[in-house]
């Protein structure tokens, strides 16, 4: 009896319409011989609502730890909720069900409440419970703290969490239900064009959800990837007995050779700054990102150039809302850092061109640069991997220059592995 782990997200069980639905793709798992666990979110919105709540009773401070310890025990309940729902749904249908809170299905974390990491799952008794004919429907998003106290795993904590138990159950596979029929060439709002491709790896699939793709969460296919466990991304907004392929994220050899270029992303929350005329001397640049690092700003994209006089110009990306405290940690050093001028500019997005066969073939630049000159597309910063190319834009441009290279890149047309949207 191979065991298989299935995911609903928040649009997937929105209202008990929607759980009952969920609980017609468990029933085919279960009906098929399978040993189910079933990870669920919180009902869409419910988890603002609790963030709401918990900020109006006294907004979580780093400072004073025991308030974050309870946030988190706020948040949490969310999932509890749906889990009770989902369980109460298949015992009326006939099934043994019960819920599993993080606690109860021995999800450790460390003490990052709020973002918590997961550091082990001790997964016997669940086990031993799924294998026994039960259907297990656990609470994803949280853990457990050594010293027993709740925590939340961050947005999108709910893919990790089922990721993390198909690798610890040694699971066949890990169904991500969602409220789209798989992972596209590009996002469908910006070109009709876009098609739902069949396969990718999990370095292009690591590589889009960090980079805008919002259907997966970034630290679930990283963990994805660790384990090696099969992911699969599909509706669950069709019938149960419908066709209903998805898209598959799995190793390298394991997808066809189809394009160079296998998506085109575009990451909205973005910002840049630039300091003008910074002298340009060994230490300087390590004092600017030295302060960033402090005050937890993350730094993507970055150049530097001459200034027009002796110094140097240096630009850098981060998350548009570290804005405003990435500059107040570098304006307080101006005089240590020397620089004439900070420009903060929201105005920018991210584009990028992702593919595995990137590794191996010459030209996807020189395409990419040439599509957005044609299109008269200024380029502010360049950054890349072997598998990506990422320019930062003015965030007019946006859609123009998605639809352009999703056509240079030859991703309009039909091919194998992707249907039209």
Same mark, same amino acid.
């Given at each position: 009896?191979?065991?298989?782990?299935?995911k609903?997200g928040?649009t997937?069980?929105?209202?008990?319409?929607?759980?009952?639905?969920?609980?017609?793709f468990? &029933?085919r798992?279960?009906? =098929?011989?399978?040993?189910?666990?079933?990870?669920?979110s919180?009902m869409?919105?419910?988890?603002?609502r609790?963030?709401? @709540?918990?900020?109006?009773?006294?907004p979580?401070?780093p400072?004073?730890?025991?308030?974050s310890?309870?946030a988190?025990a706020?948040?949490?309940?969310?999932?509890?909720?749906?889990?009770?729902l989902?369980?109460?749904? @298949?015992?009326?249908?006939? $099934? &043994?069900?019960?819920s599993?809170?993080?606690?109860?299905?021995r999800?450790?974390?460390?003490?990052?409440?709020?973002?918590?990491?997961?550091?082990?799952?001790?997964a016997e008794?669940?086990?031993?419970?799924i294998?026994?004919?039960?259907?297990?429907?656990?609470?994803?998003?949280q853990?457990l703290?050594d010293?027993?106290?709740?925590?939340?795993?961050?947005?999108?904590?709910s893919?990790?969490?089922?990721?993390?138990?198909a690798?610890?159950?040694?699971?066949?596979r890990?169904d991500? $239900?969602?409220?789209?029929?798989?992972v596209y060439t590009?996002?469908?709002?910006?070109?009709?064009?876009?098609?739902?491709?069949?396969? @990718?790896? $999990?370095?292009?699939?690591l590589?889009?959800a960090?980079?805008?793709?919002?259907?997966?969460?970034?630290?679930?296919?990283?963990?994805?990837?660790?384990y &090696?466990?099969n992911?699969?991304?599909?509706?669950?907004?069709v019938?149960?007995?419908?066709?209903?392929?998805?898209?598959i994220i799995?190793?390298?050899?394991?997808t066809m050779?189809?394009?160079i270029? #296998?998506?085109i *992303?575009?990451s909205?929350?973005?910002?840049?700054?630039?300091?003008?005329n910074?002298? %340009?001397e060994?230490?300087r640049?390590?004092?600017?990102?030295?302060?960033?690092?402090a005050? =937890?700003?993350?730094?993507?994209?970055i150049?530097?150039?001459?200034?027009?006089t002796?110094?140097?110009?240096?630009?850098?990306?981060?998350?548009?809302?570290?804005?405003?405290?990435?500059?107040?940690?570098?304006?307080?050093?101006?005089?240590?850092?020397? /620089?004439?001028?900070l420009?903060?500019?929201?105005e920018v997005?991210?584009?990028?061109?992702?593919g595995v066969?990137?590794? #191996?073939? *010459?030209?996807?630049?020189?395409?990419?640069?040439?599509?957005?000159?044609d299109r008269?597309i200024n380029?502010?910063?360049?950054s890349?991997?072997?598998?990506?190319?990422?320019?930062l834009i003015h965030?007019? /441009?946006?859609?123009?220059?998605?639809? =352009?290279?999703?056509?240079? /890149?030859?991703? %309009?047309? %039909?091919?194998?592995g992707?249907?039209?949207?």
């Open positions: 009896m191979a065991r298989i782990v299935m609903f928040g997937s069980v929105a209202d008990m319409s929607r759980i009952r639905h969920a609980a017609e468990v &029933r798992e279960a009906d =098929a011989g399978h040993a189910v666990v079933v990870v669920v919180a869409a919105g419910e988890t603002n609790l963030v709401a @709540l918990a900020e109006d009773a006294g979580p401070d400072a004073l730890d025991a308030r310890i309870e988190d706020v948040i949490a309940t969310g999932e509890q909720v749906t889990s009770g989902l369980a109460i749904a @298949l015992q009326k249908m006939g $099934y &043994r069900a019960r599993w809170q993080g606690w109860q299905a999800l450790k974390t460390d003490r990052a409440f709020g973002r918590a990491r997961i550091l082990d799952i001790e008794a669940l086990a031993a419970a294998d026994g004919g039960e259907i297990a429907v656990v609470a994803g998003f853990g703290t010293d027993g106290r709740i925590t939340t795993l961050g947005r999108g904590g893919d990790t969490t089922a990721v993390a138990f690798a610890a159950l040694k699971a066949l890990c991500i $239900y969602t409220d789209v029929d798989g590009t996002d469908p709002r910006i070109t009709k064009m876009a098609r739902r491709t069949s396969k @990718l790896s $999990y370095e292009e699939m590589e889009m960090s980079l805008g793709a919002k259907v997966l969460q970034t630290r679930s296919v990283e963990l994805a990837m660790a &090696r466990v992911l699969r991304v599909l509706s669950s907004f019938a149960p007995d419908a066709d209903n392929p998805g898209t799995c190793d390298e050899e394991e050779e189809q394009r270029v #296998s998506a *992303t575009v909205r929350d973005e910002a840049r700054i630039s300091l003008l910074v002298p %340009d060994p230490g640049a390590a004092r600017i990102f030295s302060a960033l690092a005050a =937890a700003v993350n730094v993507d994209m150049i530097q150039s001459p200034a027009r002796s110094g140097a110009n240096i630009s850098f990306t981060i998350p548009e809302g570290d804005l405003e405290r990435a500059s107040s940690a570098i304006e307080s050093l101006k005089t240590e850092i020397g /620089y004439d001028k420009i903060a500019d929201r997005v991210k584009v990028s061109v992702i066969g990137m590794r #191996s073939h *010459t030209g996807v630049a020189s395409t990419m640069f040439q599509t957005l000159a008269k380029i502010h910063n360049i890349t991997s072997e598998i990506k190319i990422s320019v965030s007019e /441009y946006a859609e123009l220059a998605v639809r =352009a290279l999703h056509q240079a /890149y030859g991703l %309009d047309r %039909d091919a194998i992707a249907t039209p949207s």
